[in-house]
């Protein structure tokens, strides 16, 4: 038998990620496709397909919030969105209760918010002037080395010498993957140095708090990453479930609770491009 669904879609420049929560905020269904070049072509798809999984149809949907880069593409299905932010927080705290510091690593940004133990943001900083750090440095250094972007997680975690990058920036770092190969060192243990320069990106971008969440689909695609984050923070990481949904997940929280977001001064940890 139907029942009444809400959802969250996530619209990224990367991918798109659609989440359906049932009355009690469960999870029913949920789906993640590249973004291409139509948001409102891909988010329909994922809502059909995270529908489907629900064995829900759109005539159960009680409401849709969408957020991210192209939350103003599925006018189809919703006429309201929340901030990228606002719902990370959102999803976040729903999985983890209490005061929490999430790391966010996207396919274009990252993000580390921080959240009191009522689940109100007290801050926030977002790296979006630069790949570095990124799922598209990633994807950069993956076609460097001439391997794919699926294996990476598996070759970083076989190795035993790695390779440091001295670079943040992605033309530089490309250039030290490049040299680095020419000098006939192992490619395991160049890519989990690109592991370790994206996880040091993001940790000087800000102080972290006790409890530590990390999301996003570069953290979903590569575990390695967050043992990697554990060992250099010396604490044990929060993962929700799907860490690539977070963000779909909040939206869907807040087509069932729309409790106003509590918006903060974003810093950005890129003053110069």
């Not at 005061?99 to 959240?115: E, M, V």
């Not at 993956?142 to 990476?152: G, V």
Request: aromatic residues 6%; charged residues 20%.
């Amino acid at each position: 038998m139907s029942q009444p669904v809400f959802v969250g879609l996530d619209l990224g420049a990367s991918r798109v990620k659609v989440a359906v929560v049932d009355l009690q905020g469960q999870l029913l269904g949920h789906a993640v496709k590249k973004t291409g070049t139509d948001f409102t072509v891909t988010g329909a798809a994922c809502l059909d397909a995270s529908l489907e999984m629900a064995g829900a149809t759109r005539s159960d949907i009680v409401k849709a919030v969408s957020t991210g880069y192209g939350r103003a593409n599925v006018s189809f299905i919703t006429q309201e969105s929340r901030t990228e932010i606002g719902c990370l927080a959102k999803g976040c705290h729903h999985f983890f209760p209490g005061a929490i510091t999430i790391i966010d690593i996207g396919g274009q940004d990252n993000k580390i918010i921080k959240l009191n133990a009522a689940g109100n943001r007290s801050s926030f900083k977002m790296n979006r002037k630069c790949a570095a750090g990124t799922g598209a440095f990633l994807e950069e250094m993956s076609l460097r080395l001439d391997i794919p972007l699926e294996e990476m997680n598996g070759l970083a975690r076989q190795s035993e010498n790695m390779i440091k990058l001295g670079s943040y920036c992605t033309v530089f770092s490309a250039t030290e993957v490049l040299e680095s190969i020419r000098n006939g060192k192992q490619v395991s243990d160049i890519v989990k140095g690109i592991f370790y320069s994206v996880i040091k990106r993001v940790l000087e971008m800000d102080s972290l708090t006790d409890r530590v969440v990390m999301t996003g689909g570069v953290v979903a695609n590569n575990p390695y990453i967050v043992e990697m984050t554990e060992k250099m923070i010396e604490r044990k990481v929060l993962l929700p479930e799907y860490p690539q949904l977070a963000g779909a997940i909040g939206a869907a929280l807040y087509a069932m609770d729309p409790k106003k977001e509590i918006d903060v001064v974003p810093h950005t940890a890129d003053p110069v491009a």
